[in-house]
């Protein structure tokens, strides 16, 4: 079916690593002339996007018992332009399509991209929503959102992956940035981490984890670059321990592109990962990995082959990691080189392609 007709449902009012999947995969199906439609929060920074590359969307309010309202939106909207599908690209658009099909008439087949290893909930509306005779597939993120939704979900069938995917041009060669800014010197390691400042990424053992690299002597330097609700608690936390001289927090970035490059190390220390596209996008920057073995980081990490894999939850594994790292140079040249190499089979345009397949699949 090639004159697909989409409409997307985000419901995200902030950019993280879902949002972008949703850009690259619009932006590649409308090279190919898939009319498609975003339905997303009013003031959002998804709007914003829209707007600034002038892709097509709605809007819609966030207030009170969203669910219902929005549900309500949708069905009219769907109505109104015959689409082919609904693509919900997060749990609370994923709630709102069952309701419009339940309560709205709506009767377009919803597909679910499932970005997240957390469990779903056991109660009945839960394992309602997730079999909904609606919801015609779900696109997981890794093998082991599948094999985590596989044991809510009836209809294995329905379940698919495809991985998230990263622009592998975006990065531009290693500049100085990031050193001029904090003042570090030459013969400092710099160790950074992209990551919204949230419970699942962990950046307490990223912090401890320099804790221990410190004290035990290395010259090093630690920055992580990303906001989010725990920045007071984290502040808090390093100056408790007088270390704003050595971990510095520095708040969401644009210029990514630049400064991940910069970094001598990548340091992920996530709970929770339904992929892992900071990691993606490390190993596509020429930057070495050390991580946790979270979620769907293990789907794409072989330990000590394109990265170190540490335990979730222990700083102390991570801080080994770090060190082991920078124990023998030319290894870790060896494994920057294969990282690069297995970065290439993660490109947006893969993860577009895979996503129509799916869509096309229901039909």
Request: hydrophobic letters at 40%.
């Amino acid at each position: 079916m090639s004159d697909l007709k989409i409409l997307h449902l985000s419901t995200a009012t902030s950019w993280r690593g879902g949002e972008q999947q949703l850009v690259y995969l619009y932006k590649e199906l409308n090279l190919i002339r898939i009319t498609q439609l975003v339905l997303l929060p009013s003031g959002s920074a998804l709007q914003n996007y829209c707007r600034f590359e002038k892709m097509s969307f709605e809007t819609f309010k966030k207030k009170g018992f969203m669910a219902l309202g929005l549900a309500s939106t949708l069905a009219k909207l769907a109505r109104a332009n015959s689409y082919d599908l609904v693509a919900c690209h997060d749990s609370h658009a994923h709630s709102a399509a069952v309701y419009a099909s339940k309560f709205f008439g709506l009767q377009l087949p919803i597909v679910v991209h499932r970005k997240v290893d957390f469990p779903v909930g056991q109660n009945f509306i839960s394992r309602a929503k997730y079999n909904h005779p609606s919801v015609k597939a779900f696109i997981c993120v890794s093998e082991e959102v599948r094999r985590i939704l596989g044991k809510t979900v009836r209809k294995a069938q329905s379940l698919h992956v495809v991985y998230d995917g990263i622009d592998l041009e975006r990065f531009k060669e290693p500049g100085k940035k990031l050193r001029k800014e904090l003042e570090i010197a030459d013969d400092e390691l710099l160790i950074g981490n992209v990551a919204a400042l949230t419970h699942q990424k962990d950046h307490l053992s990223f912090i401890k984890s320099a804790e221990i690299l410190l004290a035990a002597g290395q010259k090093m330097k630690f920055v992580i670059l990303g906001d989010g609700e725990l920045m007071p608690s984290l502040k808090h936390y390093i100056q408790g321990k007088v270390l704003e001289k050595e971990i510095y927090l520095l708040g969401f970035r644009q210029n990514i592109d630049e400064l991940l490059p910069e970094m001598d190390l990548f340091l992920f220390s996530s709970r929770k990962e339904g992929l892992g596209t900071s990691v993606l996008d490390a190993f596509a920057a020429g930057v070495p990995v050390v991580c946790t073995d979270a979620g769907g980081l293990k789907n794409i990490i072989r330990h000590q082959e394109n990265a170190y894999l540490g335990k979730v939850g222990d700083p102390e594994s991570l801080a080994e990691g770090v060190e082991w790292m920078f124990s023998d140079e030319e290894r870790k040249l060896k494994i920057v080189r294969q990282a690069k190499e297995d970065v290439q089979e993660f490109s947006y345009v893969k993860m577009a392609k895979g996503c129509l397949e799916v869509y096309q699949s229901i039909f």
